[in-house]
């Protein structure tokens, strides 16, 4: 492969919001990149400056694949009257060209000049190259692998479902076989069977794969290279040996900065206490010897001339490091439950016979001290209405809920209700203390930079609302936490230490999450819901 991807110096605006600031990247042929980073951070805008559909303000972005590349943005960009089979055609849209050209050209073979026949043998080594006798075959097999097999090529794509729509679009792109593949966020929608297709399939492909993702199964399975689109820096870092190097690094670079902080607490206090003893260590009180005044007096100056110059190092070596300063790295992020949470016994939570519209019915459920529960359904199972009954934040039609202890609760939808009210503001609403104490508290946490603390809620990216959201939570102690898909617009980083926070967490969970990995890594019981209901296991 003699492809070529690389972006240089590259910047781009939008609204007047910067989203990627003088970026540089290459991905060598034939690597699988998997690209992540919070929502909002600016990860589908690099993929669509790769694809050709943005261009930089500023700076360079090169493209090489001979055998075609493949975008799959997380939209279709078809209107609903077209079919499904013109969303196919638009994937495969240089096979069909080469199809065309290749008829076009065999209709003329009876008087071709050797020009001419050279220009079909190429077509038809291109064709064969993209293997685009086998292009429709490939179309159906992956249809069927992603559960959509049954849909008519002549149906409108206005009466398929939004899930349809994406895994049509996945599966046109998929079975071009562009030499350059480009992915965002392909997991949505997918069940575990054509999940474990999918990762199979980019394992297999032959080329250069880029994929934007927040699956982190997926990561460990495909990727063998990371990128991750820092928002609030508007930075792309790279890191190689795939997931796992990527969160080796991390902490390597955690424990470099923790190293990094030490040294200079430790060169401050020894340089100011060199400083403030160095006198009584160079001239200590003696006696005149042999009554010689002069020879004392030309000591004692000598020695004032040495503190002077010792003194003045110190005081240089201070201004350096203090011009200099190392920040102190943030806490490891701690869920914190009342002291004895984990010895208490009882109920923290009882639902009674509760109905929620056509949404929920439950008629009973009861979380005690200490238990971890895992809600799993599907979609509009009524995993969400359960989290905001037991939150106290909806009122069931019908029947009690009665809350023994103080219950955290982390929804899925990070709400903007007063969107003029800066981060710090948010975060202290409702906390005892001085505007320092909570800013100082809100900058440990390490979750949003001290930069933006008087920046409008209303301006946040998705990411960091997220974000502002979770250090709320974790600003107390709860007796119960109730977390919607905690992983959700997260960096996989983040999320990784939002499950090792929660794993010392001694109080009792309720999560609702469709991250993979999180359920695979689960420790703790199940609650499945179907249509509202509690499912009873057989």
């Known amino acids: 492969m003699s492809g070529q991807l690389t972006l240089r110096s590259v910047s781009k605006t939008f609204a007047h919001r910067r989203v990627l600031d003088t970026v540089s990247l290459t991905v060598r042929p034939g690597e699988k990149l998997g690209v992540v980073g919070e929502n909002g951070s600016g990860k589908s805008t690099l993929l669509r400056l790769i694809a050709g559909q943005e261009t930089p303000d500023d700076g360079s972005v090169t493209v090489v694949a001979d055998g075609g590349a493949g975008h799959l943005g997380q939209v279709l960009g078809l209107p609903d009257s077209a079919s499904a089979g013109d969303a196919i055609d638009a994937a495969l849209v240089e096979i069909r060209l080469l199809e065309r050209q290749i008829a076009a050209a065999a209709a003329g073979l009876g008087d071709a000049t050797p020009a001419e026949l050279a220009q079909y043998g190429s077509l038809l080594t291109a064709f064969e190259l993209r293997d685009g006798y086998c292009a429709d075959a490939r179309v159906q097999a992956a249809m069927s692998a992603l559960g959509i097999g049954d849909i008519g090529l002549d149906r409108s794509l206005g009466t398929l479902s939004g899930g349809q729509r994406a895994r049509l679009a996945l599966a046109g792109v998929l079975s071009a076989e562009p030499e350059l593949l480009l992915l965002d966020e392909p997991t949505n929608h997918l ?83 060199w400083r403030g003893t160095t006198a009584h260590d160079v001239a200590p009180g003696r006696a005149i010897k042999d009554h010689n005044k002069c020879k004392y007096n030309g000591d004692g100056r000598r020695v004032q001339a040495s503190i002077s110059t010792r003194v003045r190092s110190a005081s240089e070596r201070l201004e350096r490091l203090r011009a200099d300063p190392v920040p102190r790295p943030p806490d490891p992020l701690r869920l914190n439950a009342p002291l004895g949470a984990a010895v208490r016994e009882g109920a923290v939570l009882e639902l009674r016979e509760a109905v929620v519209g056509q949404r929920l019915r439950v008629d009973s459920l009861v979380v005690e001290v200490g238990q971890r529960l895992l809600v799993t359904g599907p979609n509009g199972a009524g995993k969400s209405t359960l989290l905001d009954v037991l939150a106290g934040v909806l009122v069931p039609d019908r029947g009690t809920l009665a809350q023994h202890g103080a219950a955290g609760y982390l929804s899925q939808e990070t709400a903007v209700r007063h969107p003029r009210q800066t981060v710090l503001a948010a975060f202290a609403a409702g906390l005892p203390g001085s505007p320092e104490d909570h800013a100082e508290r809100l900058a440990s946490l390490g979750l949003l930079r001290e930069n933006d603390f008087a920046t409008p809620v209303g301006a946040l990216s998705i990411g960091q609302r997220r974000r502002l959201a979770l250090a709320r939570l974790l600003r107390q102690e709860w007796d119960v936490l109730l977390l919607d898909e905690p992983a959700n617009h997260l960096s996989p980083a983040l999320v990784e230490e939002l499950e090792a926070a929660l794993a010392g967490y001694r109080g009792a969970v309720v999560v609702v999450s469709h991250d993979r990995s999180l359920r695979e890594r689960w420790q703790g019981g199940e609650l499945e819901l179907a249509q509202g209901r509690v499912l009873v296991p057989a």
């Open 191 to 273: 069940d575990q069977q054509a999940l474990s297709w999918l990762e199979d399939r980019l394992r297999a492909h032959r080329g250069t794969l880029v994929v934007v993702t927040h699956d982190r199964l997926l990561l460990e399975s495909v990727a063998t290279a990371i990128v991750e689109v820092d928002g609030d820096r508007r930075s792309l870092s790279r890191y190689g040996n795939g997931y796992a190097g990527y969160l080796a690094e991390k902490r390597a670079a955690r424990q470099r900065w923790e190293q990094a902080y030490a040294e200079w607490v430790s060169g401050i206090a020894h340089w100011t206490e």
